[in-house]
């Protein structure tokens, strides 16, 4: 059973506007959570992570929004550029007491010129 | 620093071959982890390790194994392929507890 989920398999931006990409998580314990960015014929690279702690996390034109009751957690990119234009992986994590990162499915953004 | 550097990149195999990917990261990283990433499934954990000398089970481990002789290194095995194994494969490694997973390039695996 999938425990992230991104429900959007694709997303079209102009560019310089905000993009908005969603992840839901089914299991509460999960206390860490991150996004990725995967080009074509590479591998993920790290983009932004949030502790269960906090409730938004800022890293220049990323923020990533943590919302714990409703389990779910959002990356906006503002403003989008055509090199953002990539496939998005969220993951989720329990710090202390575990050593497995769960990834959801991906989103495609493709920003347009 | 390389970072993180799996070989071979690209793979055929017929059914019924066995092939080893090997991965090796120069982070003096504790942790390492096998995934593979199929269409419309996103990534899902094959087998990971927390140290030297350990291995364990992630999310799909049927039909592969592993070893961690040296911290460096982390070795998936397929004993006999089959075409449900054709697929990427992505090797990642992080220090401790925290920490994001730094990946490698990925290895394209096809088995006929």
């Known amino acids: 059973d999938q425990q992230v989920k991104q429900n959007s398999p694709s997303l079209s931006v102009q560019e310089g506007r905000i993009s908005i990409l969603n992840c839901d998580y089914t299991n509460s314990m999960f206390d860490y959570f991150l996004w990725y960015k995967k080009y074509p014929a590479e591998g993920p690279t790290f983009l932004i992570s949030?502790?269960?702690?906090?409730d938004k996390n800022e890293d220049g034109r990323f923020t990533v929004f943590l919302n714990k009751s409703a389990k779910h957690l959002s990356l906006h990119i503002v403003p989008s550029q055509p090199g953002d234009s990539a496939v998005y992986f969220c993951?989720?994590?329990?710090?202390?007491?575990?050593?497995?990162?769960?990834f959801g499915t991906g989103t495609s953004l493709t920003v347009i010129p | 620093n390389a970072g993180v550097t799996q070989t071979p990149k690209f793979r055929v195999l017929k059914t019924g071959q066995s092939m080893t990917l090997l991965c090796a990261q120069d982070?003096?990283?504790?942790?390492m982890y096998w995934y593979r990433q199929d269409p419309g499934m996103g990534l899902r954990l094959i087998h990971y390790?927390?140290?030297?000398?350990?291995?364990a089970k992630g999310e799909v481990p049927d039909g592969y194994n592993v070893s961690r002789l040296k911290k460096q290194n982390f070795l998936l095995g397929l004993e006999s392929a089959a075409p449900s194994q054709t697929s990427v494969y992505f090797c990642?490694?992080?220090?401790?507890?925290?920490?994001?997973?730094?990946f490698g390039e990925g290895s394209r695996l096809t088995v006929l």
């Open positions: 982070m003096n990283h504790e942790y």
């Open positions: 993951a989720a994590s329990r710090v202390h007491t575990g050593n497995q990162f769960y």
């Open positions: 390790s927390v140290g030297e000398g350990t291995t």
């Open positions: 990642a490694s992080r220090t401790g507890n925290t920490g994001e997973l730094f």
């Open positions: 949030i502790s269960s702690i906090k």
